[in-house]
Each structure stands twice: as C-alpha cells, then as structure tokens.
C-alpha cells in the first residue's frame, strides 16, 4: 500500500490501487488523500477520496470510470462503491464499503 493511503478504507485503497496501475506510464501520481478532510458532509473524511494527476487526465478519467470511481466537483476521485454520505454517516459502512445491517436488540 502506499503511504498516500494510510487512513483510508481498504475497499477504497484496492480500487485506487487498480487505478494507479492502470496509469502507468502516464506518472501517475496521489497528490492528496486522506490527510487532508474536512467535515462528516465530505467524504474524504470518510476515507474515500484522493486526488490522482497523471500526464493523461482524459485517460485518468476513462479509467476511473471503469472502476466504478467518479470525480467530484471539485476534482478528486471518489469510489463508494455506490454508498451515499448518508450510509457512511449510519456508521454501518465496513472497510470494504458494504453496508452492514443493523443488529437487532433482543
């Protein structure tokens, strides 16, 4: 795993993984990750997020699509695996993005 990565969710990590191999040749390169959050509406606070460059960014952009990762207003990339802020904020999102259900009381 990269440095860059360290704090983020492992389902998020393998998909950027993917990505930066998908890339190379291009330099592809993390230019902020986790490190950096702002607050529980943003999902890098929820260890989702990175910010990817390479010398392609139409290329970094196909390539992200076809994982299943989009790219915020704001340019960096995002994988949820198709969860909302709203799951993460139930607290219920595993590692690898899958959303647990709720135990019930007994």
């Known amino acids: 795993m990269r440095p860059e990565f360290t704090g983020m969710l492992p389902g998020a990590i393998e998909k950027f993984e993917q990505l930066m191999t998908r890339l190379d040749g291009l330099n592809p390169k993390v230019v902020d990750a986790y490190a950096s959050h702002g ?8 260890g989702v997020v990175c910010n990817i460059v390479c010398d392609d960014t139409q290329r970094l952009a196909e390539e992200a699509a076809s994982l299943g990762i989009t790219i915020q207003a704001d340019g960096s990339l995002a994988y949820t695996n198709g969860l909302t ?3 993460f904020k139930t ?3 595993n590692g690898y993005l899958e959303l647990i259900p709720e135990e019930e009381e007994v």
Do not use: A, P
């Open 85 to 87: 802020i709203d799951d």
């Open 39 to 46: 607050d529980g509406d943003d999902l890098r606070t929820w």
């Open 91 to 93: 607290y219920l999102v």
